[in-house]
């Protein structure tokens, strides 16, 4: 299993930035990605950013160019840069592990991960 923090959002207003970041504990050898989702009033959770353990990444159109997802691979975190925020930020961010568990003789078994979600609102 793997156990997801969160920390960092908060208040800030429209154009400001704000970071968060996500750190992992538990069978960390077996996530191959981690990402952050918004879910934000009356609409579905969807995926803001994603980073591989190849370091590879992929944004959603709206955050592109504004957000950046890094990690410290030291301490097993993720951070999530949010600048020139927007009112359509505001959300609930919830940090994702996607792993894969690898038993002798079967096939890999997929597992998602999630933390409790941390708060971001802009105000305009």
């Known amino acids: 299993q793997v156990q997801l923090v969160e920390s960092g959002g908060g208040l800030v207003q429209a154009g400001g930035s704000l970071g968060l970041a996500c750190s992992a504990s538990g069978n960390i050898v077996s996530i191959v990605s981690m990402a952050w989702f918004r879910q934000s009033p009356g609409k579905q959770r969807e995926l803001i950013a994603r980073m591989g353990v190849d370091g590879k990444t992929d944004y959603a159109a709206s955050v592109k160019g504004r957000f950046v997802i890094s990690r410290d691979t030291a301490t097993n975190t993720v951070h999530l840069a949010m600048n020139d925020l927007k009112a359509e930020d505001t959300g609930v961010y919830f940090c994702?592990?996607?792993?894969?568990?690898?038993?002798?003789?079967?096939?890999?078994?997929?597992?998602?991960?999630w933390g409790r979600g941390t708060q971001v609102t802009i105000s305009s």
């Open positions: 994702n592990a996607h792993t894969l568990l690898y038993t002798s003789g079967l096939p890999p078994k997929p597992a998602d991960y």
